[in-house]
Each structure stands twice: as structure tokens, then as C-alpha cells.
């Protein structure tokens, strides 16, 4: 028998074939599972704690990424997006929204269950500590996941976080976003360097001033990102 882990996921999802067979395989691996079937349902669920969430983008009430703006609005837990949408650009507006990463139905189960794995894999390893940088313009607090701008709460998503703690942790290196795809989820698939750039584009316009000229997250065209901050 699996040992329970104490990890809670909400399934949004208003096929019942296909939250069953999610809900089957995450309790096996000892998850507490809770269904919503509609958008109204899911937020009001939200309001419990949950580790993680599974939101299909059709629901039969609300858009799926009506759903996700809500959810961002009051809380970063991560957020994992079904969609059938076979549009690039439609999926990556989902993480512009602030959904961590996608799945393309028709999915795997035991795909989806490993991406589950990953985003809830504690990946804070090593020391924790305190970075500040352009004489305390920019903080991140490793410890509490806490990011500061001029003394200012920054409300990153745990992916968003994990993307700027990598490339903060490397002063002056350049990471290309395969790298940085491996760094934050451990795995990559097709189109990952259309999510690293919705990411990074998020992150942005929340630590810089200037979107335009960034003091933070450098473009290195052709190559990936460098941070360009400067370690107090
Ligand atoms: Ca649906």
C-alpha cells in the first residue's frame, strides 16, 4: 500500500469519464482528491486548501480561464490546465493567466500523474537564504518563497518563482529555456520554449519597472535569458 500524502487536489471537470479516471489513478498514489463540475463550484471549493489544481478549460458554466483569474486573484497554488485547444497560441494565453503548465487532451493519465509529481516536488534544495539585489530593489526570501520589490510583496506563481530563482541563483549565466524548463518541472515537452517565454514575460511585468528595458531578466536572442541583477 502506498503511504498516504497528506497532498490535496482539486479536479475541475465536468466530464465524468475523465475526472473518474484521474481521481482512480491520483488516490492510488495517495492523494486526497476533490471534484468540482462547474466553474461556481470550483471557487467555492477553493476556499479548503488544496496543494494543486486540474482545471479544464470547457466548462459548461464558465471558461476555464475565467476559472484560473479567479483562482490567481486570491491564491498561487499551482495550477495545472486541460485543454483540448489545439491552438499554440490559445494555450499559451492560458499561462498568461497564470496557469503553471498545460495537458492536451487526449492525455495520458500516467502523464498528467508524473506532471502532478513534479509540480508538487519540493525542489527548494540546499541552503536556505536571503538574495538582494540592485541594492535591495529586488528580494528573494528562499525560505518563505517571498518576493519583494522595493520592500513591496511580488505575488509570483510557484512556477514563476522557480523560473526567477534559477536564473537569480546564476548571476551573468545564460540558461536557454530548455534548461530552464528542466530546472523548474524536471521534464520538457513540445513547446516548452513558448511556455518559458509566457513565463518569463509574466514574471517581468511584475519585478520590472520597465518591461521594455529590463534591470533584471536580460533576452540573450538566440540563446536563452541571463540575469543581469546586481547581488548586494
Ligand atoms: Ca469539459
Known sequence: MKPMNNEKIL?????????????SYLEREGFGIKIAETGREALRLIKDRFDLIILDLRLPDMEGEEVCRSIRGISDVPIIMLTAKSSEDERVKGLGIGADDYVIKPFSPRELVARVKAHLR???????????FNEGVLIIDTTSMEVRKRKEPVSLTTTEFKILLSLAERPGAVLNRLQLMNMVQGYDFE???????????????KIEDNIQKPVFIKTIYGAGYKFIGVPD
Do not use: C, F, M
Open 191 to 205: 513547446g516548452y520554449d513558448r511556455v518559458i517565454d509566457a513565463h518569463i514575460k509574466n514574471i517581468r511585468h
Open 122 to 132: 519540493r525542489t527548494q534544495k540546499g541552503d536556505k537564504k536571503i538574495l538582494s
Open 11 to 23: 479536479i475541475v471537470e465536468d466530464e465524468r469519464k475523465i475526472s473518474d479516471i484521474l481521481k
